[in-house]
């Protein structure tokens, strides 16, 4: 069975700064792209940023580039998420999702078939 | 105001069918980008319904179906049933951002 396990998030002041994790397993963590997609409260889902499966290419929305950075561990099947200068408007629900299909060289847009529960990070003074 | 262009609510009766659209443009539906499906229940995570268009996860009733055409992509729920409730998103890729899209987001009640 697959599980995505997010922790890390909080209560962080505006220009603070956070680092968010995901925990996986029941897959071959190596092969899939990674991503983590967030939802602020009552509103949509959006898209922040995205791993290849060697972790080498990154991808991020522009709301977040040059702030955020996305990383990974496949010793440790892990995501990571360093989030800088963090902003209000960064307060959000943030969930680690997998990529559907094997991109380990990319990031394909085949759909995101499994999620974690989320953890949410509130930017507030 | 989302990229992918999506009905803010929909209703139906039991048994009932109803569809859900999701509008794009020439930079991502309309580009030939598969467009995927999401269900999610209050409080919960997000759930793959569809994906590359009509392709249903395994589990997933075949009540559901979806379709694309041009710069547009539904969802149709036949044999509506109370555990259908909640918000359904399309999801795609935007060539000229470079980015994953998701629509707004629909909130399905079965009346």
């Known amino acids: 069975e697959i599980q995505l396990m997010e922790s890390g998030g909080g209560l962080i002041q505006p220009g603070g700064s956070l680092r968010l994790s995901c925990e996986a397993s029941?897959?071959?963590?190596?092969?899939?792209?990674m991503n983590w997609v967030r939802q602020a409260p009552g509103k949509g889902l959006e898209w922040v940023s995205g791993?290849?499966?060697?972790?080498?290419?990154?991808y991020y929305a522009d709301s977040v580039k040059g702030r955020f950075n996305i990383s990974r561990d496949n010793s440790k099947n892990m995501l990571y998420l360093q989030m800088n200068t963090l902003r209000a408007e960064d307060t959000a629900v943030y969930y680690c999702?997998?990529?559907?299909?094997?991109?380990?060289?990319?990031?394909?847009?085949?759909?995101?078939?499994?999620w974690g529960q989320g953890t949410l990070v509130t930017v507030s003074s | 105001q989302s990229v992918l262009t999506q009905p803010p609510s929909v209703s139906g009766a039991p048994g009932q069918r109803v569809t859900i659209s999701c509008t794009g443009s020439?930079?991502?539906?309309?580009?030939?980008?598969?467009v995927h499906w999401y269900h999610q229940l209050p409080g919960t995570a997000p759930k793959l319904l569809m994906y590359?268009?009509?392709n249903r996860p395994s589990g997933v009733p075949d009540r559901f179906s979806g379709s694309k055409s041009g710069t547009s992509a539904s969802l149709a729920i036949t044999g509506l049933q109370a555990e259908d409730e909640g918000d359904y998103y399309c999801?795609?890729?935007?060539?000229?951002?470079?980015?994953?899209?998701f629509g707004g987001g629909t909130k399905l009640t079965v009346l």
């Open positions: 999702a997998k990529a559907l299909c094997i991109t380990i060289f990319g990031v394909s847009n085949c759909g995101l078939d499994s």
């Open positions: 029941g897959f071959t963590f190596k092969n899939y792209a």
């Open positions: 791993i290849a499966g060697n972790g080498v290419s990154k």
């Open positions: 020439s930079s991502n539906i309309g580009t030939d980008y598969d």
């Open positions: 590359g268009n009509i």
């Open positions: 999801q795609s890729y935007d060539k000229s951002l470079r980015d994953f899209v």
